[in-house]
Nanobody, 124 residues
Framework: QVQLVESGGGLVQAGGSLRLSCKASGRTVTDYSMGWFRQAPGKEREFVAFINWSGMSTYYANSVKGRSTISRDNAKNTLSLQLNSLKPEDTAVYYC?????????????????WGQGTQVTVSS
């Protein structure tokens, strides 16, 4: 079993930046893939970014590509998401997730463990 706790969300003006973090506990996640998702009010949870077990392979949603960077520190069992040039449409609850497989995936159903989420609000 893996427990995930996100942090780093908050209120930021459009054009600003935030760095989200996710701490895993319960077992090491160094051999698992991880990802970030987000869910805005009234919308389905959507994929944001993926990173493989080693951190050498990443994949981003078009909506954040070029404005965000996913990274992981396996020694600390943590996952991060740097968000830059934030837009009001980035407002959502952001979730980190663990996938017990090596291949990339963008569907929430492909992930096995989830955190509780951290709110990101971008004002115009």
């Amino acid at each position: 079993q893996v427990q995930l706790v996100e942090s780093g969300g908050g209120l930021v003006q459009a054009g600003g930046s935030l760095r989200l973090s996710c701490k895993a506990s319960g077992r090491t996640v160094t051999d698992y893939s991880m990802g970030w998702f987000r869910q805005a009010p009234g919308k389905e949870r959507e994929f944001v970014a993926f990173i493989n077990w080693s951190g050498m392979s990443t994949y981003y949603a078009n909506s954040v590509k070029g404005r965000s960077t996913i990274s992981r520190d396996n020694a600390k069992n943590t996952l991060s998401l740097q968000l830059n040039s934030l837009k009001p449409e980035d407002t959502a609850v952001y979730y980190c997730a663990v996938r017990r497989a090596l291949t990339a995936a963008t569907s929430p159903s492909s992930y096995d463990f989830w955190g509780q989420g951290t709110q990101v609000t971008v004002s115009s």
